[in-house]
Nanobody, 115 residues
Framework: QVQLVESGGGLVQAGGSLRLSCAAS????????MCWYRQAPGKQRELVGI???????NYAGSVKGRFTISRDNAKNTVYLQMNSLKPEDTAVYYC?????????WGQGTQVTVSS
C-alpha cells in the first residue's frame, strides 16, 4: 500500500513563502506523475500543478511564476515552493500521485495566508 504524506503547511502573511512536501512511502516501482491540488472553503478542488516522471512541469495560471514544483526521486518526495503568497491562496493543499498505475491522495495540509 502506497501512502502520500504532506507536510509544511501553516499560517503566513501575504507576500511570504512556504514549502510543502509530499513523501510517498510503500512499495513503489514507478511514480508516473505527481500533482498538487488545493481546495478553498466553498470551492471545488483545483489543480495547482503537475510534475511528470521526466521532470517537466505545468502550472495553473493563477500560480504560474509564483509556485514551483520539484522532486527528489531518491526520496520519493515532491515539493511545492510557494512564493509571493496571496490571501486567495488560502486552501487545503493535497498531494496526488500516479504510482505504478494507481492513484493516491494525501490527507491534505492547510495553508492560510493572512492579509
Amino acid at each position: 500500500q502506497v501512502q502520500l504524506v504532506e507536510s509544511g503547511g501553516g499560517l503566513v502573511q501575504a507576500g511570504g513563502s512556504l514549502r510543502l512536501s509530499c513523501a510517498a512511502s510503500g512499495i513503489i516501482f514507478s511514480i508516473n506523475a505527481m500533482c498538487w491540488y488545493r481546495q478553498a472553503p466553498g470551492k471545488q478542488r483545483e489543480l495547482v500543478g503537475i510534475i511528470f516522471s521526466g521532470g517537466s512541469t505545468n502550472y495553473a495560471g493563477s500560480v504560474k511564476g509564483r509556485f514551483t514544483i520539484s522532486r527528489d526521486n531518491a526520496k520519493n518526495t515532491v515539493y511545492l515552493q510557494m512564493n509571493s503568497l496571496k490571501p486567495e491562496d488560502t486552501a487545503v493543499y493535497y498531494c496526488y500521485g500516479l504510482v505504478d498505475g494507481a492513484v493516491y491522495w494525501g490527507q491534505g495540509t492547510q495553508v492560510t495566508v493572512s492579509s
